[in-house]
């Protein structure tokens, strides 16, 4: 059987008008079981896969790993991981970049994303194109701070820029609406719309279809 992703894709504007419950075993408890469950059986290969993509980022002489603070359920401030993906001086260099070039700043104000950013490494490239530069991010499933489906982790200097409220009620996820819709094109204030969405429908349907779509938007190797 055939099944056509695209025709069962989420719509944020159709699942807004639902009203969320939080009550429900999914809620409260079911999904954290299940995504701890998950990662756990699927460590043998996650594990192995993470390390080496660590050995190939610790070529060029620094840490493999990339810690930064992000805002969480209930506006808590945790640690993120990931595998660096950009250069070490990564701040300068995009001070630098947006100073000289108006374009880039005005795509930066709007999706905090640059398609041509010049703080990613080569093998950065890669790692971002296929989303695995996130894998580090199970162990901030495993702690609890986040999940594997979820908002997309904001930073702390973009919360001024959010205005929803659906964000604090839920764990930022290493994948989710957001992520699987429009991905790098939608404005950051779009975000609202769908963490609202996910909000209302947050089910293990839900969450299994957010998985599946996952899996596609990496083989396309559309990040950046």
């Not at 506006?75 to 991981?81: A, C, D, T």
């Not at 719309?193 to 839900?206: E, F, P």
């Amino acid at each position: 059987m055939v099944i056509d992703w695209r025709a069962s894709a989420f719509n944020p504007a159709e699942e807004v008008g639902r009203s969320p419950s939080e009550r429900g075993i999914y809620r409260n408890g079911g999904k954290r079981f299940f995504e701890v469950s998950l990662i756990l059986l699927t460590a043998p290969v996650s594990l192995p896969l993470i390390l080496l993509l660590a050995l190939l980022v610790a070529l060029d002489g620094h840490n493999p790993f990339y810690v930064q603070k992000r805002i969480g359920r209930n506006g808590r401030i945790f640690r993120l991981w990931k595998l660096r993906s950009m250069v070490v001086d990564a701040d300068a260099r995009l001070a630098g970049h947006l100073a000289l070039n108006p374009e880039a700043r005005e795509q930066w104000n709007l999706t905090q994303k640059l398609k041509q950013d010049p703080r990613i490494t080569r093998i950065g490239w890669i790692l971002r194109k296929t989303s695995m530069d996130e894998l580090p991010q199970l162990l901030n499933v495993l702690n609890g701070t986040m999940a594997l489906v979820g908002p997309r982790p904001m930073m702390v200097g973009q919360r001024h820029l959010y205005v929803g409220r659906s964000y604090r009620r839920l764990r930022p996820g290493i994948t989710g609406l957001w992520q699987i819709s429009e991905r790098n094109e939608s404005e950051f204030v779009a975000r609202v719309r769908y963490d609202d969405a996910y909000h209302r429908s947050l089910s293990l349907w839900t969450d299994l279809r957010v998985l599946a779509q996952t899996v596609l938007v990496v083989l396309r190797g559309t990040g950046y």
